[in-house]
């Protein structure tokens, strides 16, 4: 039965000092997402994990659009490990066409699935808007034009039977750019699918008033997995006051059938036994449990990452 589980900077890899010494030599390139998101700067600790651990493993960090890219990437064979939202993972499996899958991605496999996204839309507080639907008329940057992010967003407005055409202006930007739109008084709102405490919305929301607008929870409902309800807490951004009701989505660490058993094993268990070194990277990872990685993700698990999962007692 199978399984289950619920720029381009380069970053040269160093020699291991400790892993097994069965393992050839590997070249790793991580797909990370833009330079200002949550996947990249967790990227170059994987990647440094793993240029540490694996011998003679070479690794690279590759900056990319994030999911949608990640996943046709990881199906071309032109990525071994690459960060990708669920609700992406699904659609790519499937071969979901309005979303830039022409065709089922029939060779992706699973890693982990690690921590959650959160629907984060920043709005200017000269806007009023609060809720999603105070957006309609104004001017939303919704992510990069086909990534997780601008799924997530099509998604979610389509929940509330809105569009873009709904939206006074749509801009397909990357969220570092989407927030200097706003900084410039060029942009009233940006949706960020990301984990909590981006390094773009901080710079935001310490330079302007801002209002991180609610979803409310009835829309997880509608979507269903891997959507669910979420809340950003208080104080995860410069003047946010108040939790904000939103949507959270697990996100999943894919590689692709061609990875071999052996290498596919090395990085699930690297994963999880250098996870402080992942946190230190970024605060997200502190939501990355062992216990939750073989959860939720519409994918079957790579033979080499169940092994691992097998060794710890969490599959039979």
Same mark, same amino acid.
Do not use: C, W
């Given at each position: 039965?199978?399984?289950?589980?619920?720029?381009?900077?380069?970053?040269?890899?160093? %020699?291991?000092?400790?892993?097994?010494?069965?393992? *050839?030599?590997?070249?790793?390139?991580?797909?990370?997402?833009?330079?200002?998101?949550?996947?990249?700067?967790?990227?170059? *600790?994987?990647?440094?994990?793993? /240029?540490?651990?694996?011998?003679?493993?070479?690794?690279?960090?590759?900056?990319?659009?994030?999911?949608?890219?990640?996943?046709?990437?990881?199906?071309?064979?032109?990525?071994?490990?690459?960060?990708?939202?669920?609700?992406?993972?699904?659609?790519?499996?499937? /071969?979901?066409?309005?979303?830039?899958?022409?065709?089922?991605?029939?060779?992706?496999?699973?890693?982990?699935?690690?921590?959650?996204?959160?629907?984060?839309?920043?709005?200017?507080?000269?806007?009023?808007?609060?809720?999603?639907?105070?957006?309609?008329?104004?001017?939303? !940057?919704?992510?990069?034009?086909? !990534?997780?992010?601008?799924?997530?967003?099509?998604?979610?407005?389509?929940?509330?039977?809105?569009?873009?055409?709904?939206? /006074?202006?749509?801009?397909?930007?990357?969220?570092?750019?989407?927030?200097?739109? %706003?900084?410039?008084?060029?942009?009233?709102?940006?949706?960020?699918? !990301?984990?909590?405490?981006?390094?773009?919305?901080?710079?935001?929301?310490?330079?302007?008033?801002?209002?991180?607008?609610?979803?409310?929870?009835?829309?997880?409902?509608?979507?269903?997995?891997?959507?669910?309800?979420?809340?950003?807490? *208080?104080?995860?951004?410069?003047?946010?006051?108040?939790?904000?009701?939103?949507?959270?989505?697990?996100?999943?660490?894919?590689?692709?059938?061609?990875?071999?058993?052996?290498?596919?094993?090395? %990085?699930?268990?690297?994963?999880?036994?250098?996870?402080?070194? %992942?946190?230190?990277?970024?605060?997200?990872?502190?939501?990355?449990?062992?216990?939750?990685?073989?959860?939720?993700?519409?994918?079957?698990?790579?033979?080499?990452?169940?092994?691992?999962?097998?060794?710890?007692?969490?599959?039979?």
């Amino acid at each position: 039965m199978i399984r289950t589980i619920g720029f381009g900077a380069l970053l040269a890899g160093s %020699m291991s000092l400790s892993a097994p010494a069965a393992m *050839a030599a590997e070249f790793i390139n991580v797909l990370a997402g833009g330079t200002s998101g949550v996947y990249y700067p967790l990227g170059v *600790a994987l990647a440094d994990i793993y /240029g540490q651990n694996i011998p003679d493993a070479r690794t690279q960090v590759q900056s990319t659009k994030a999911s949608v890219e990640n996943l046709n990437l990881l199906q071309q064979g032109r990525g071994e490990i690459g960060f990708a939202l669920g609700d992406s993972v699904k659609d790519a499996f499937e /071969g979901n066409e309005d979303v830039g899958f022409t065709k089922p991605l029939d060779k992706l496999r699973a890693i982990a699935a690690i921590y959650p996204n959160y629907i984060q839309i920043a709005a200017s507080a000269e806007s009023g808007a609060v809720t999603v639907s105070d957006l309609v008329g104004k001017s939303v !940057s919704v992510g990069a034009a086909k !990534s997780g992010t601008e799924v997530n967003a099509r998604k979610i407005l389509g929940a509330l039977d809105m569009s873009y055409d709904d939206l /006074g202006k749509v801009e397909y930007l990357p969220f570092a750019e989407s927030v200097e739109l %706003m900084k410039n008084r060029q942009l009233d709102a940006t949706l960020q699918s !990301s984990g909590l405490g981006s390094a773009a919305l901080k710079d935001l929301s310490s330079t302007q008033d801002v209002t991180y607008v609610s979803i409310p929870a009835e829309v997880a409902g509608t979507l269903g997995a891997p959507y669910a309800a979420g809340v950003i807490p *208080a104080g995860t951004y410069p003047g946010q006051d108040e939790d904000i009701p939103t949507l959270a989505i697990t996100n999943i660490l894919v590689t692709h059938s061609d990875v071999s058993d052996e290498l596919a094993y090395e %990085m699930t268990k690297l994963l999880f036994e250098n996870l402080d070194h %992942m946190k230190s990277a970024h605060a997200a990872a502190g939501a990355i449990d062992i216990q939750n990685a073989v959860r939720n993700s519409p994918i079957p698990l790579h033979p080499g990452a169940e092994q691992y999962y097998r060794e710890q007692g969490l599959l039979d």
